[in-house]
């Protein structure tokens, strides 16, 4: 089992930033994959920015140049940094980790942090 707890979330101006934060305990070392999701009101949850264990990256189109992820394997804490918010950056955004054994796959969320942006 993980559990995840985001923070970091908040209100904030267009063109100004927030980092979020998400600390995972319980069985760290299986997380191969963890990432932030996010999911406005009345939409979808999508994809904002992955990062593997080994450090690699991956970023909706929409992020690309304003978020930067990133990842403490000591701390088991992964972090998003976003610059440059933009209101269509409003919605609560979730921690995601992936464990991946030999025969399963296991998913796991955290509560989710509301970040509002303000135009």
């Known amino acids: 089992q993980v559990q995840l707890v985001e923070s970091g979330g908040g209100l904030v101006q267009a063109g100004g930033s927030l980092r979020l934060s998400c600390a995972a305990s319980?069985?760290?070392?299986?997380?191969?994959?963890m990432g932030w999701y996010r999911q406005a009101p009345g939409k979808e949850r999508d994809l904002v920015a992955t990062?593997?264990?080994?450090?690699?990256?991956n970023y909706a189109d929409s992020v690309k140049g304003r978020f930067t992820i990133s990842r403490d394997n000591a701390k088991n804490t992964v972090y998003l940094q976003m610059n440059s918010l933009k209101s269509e950056d409003t919605a609560v955004y979730y921690c995601?980790?992936?464990?991946?054994?030999?025969?399963?796959?296991?998913?796991?969320w955290g509560q989710g942090t509301q970040v509002t942006v303000s135009s």
């Open positions: 995601n980790a992936l464990i991946v054994g030999p025969t399963y796959q296991r998913v796991y």
């Open positions: 319980g069985s760290t070392f299986s997380i191969n994959t």
């Open positions: 990062v593997t264990s080994r450090g690699t990256t």
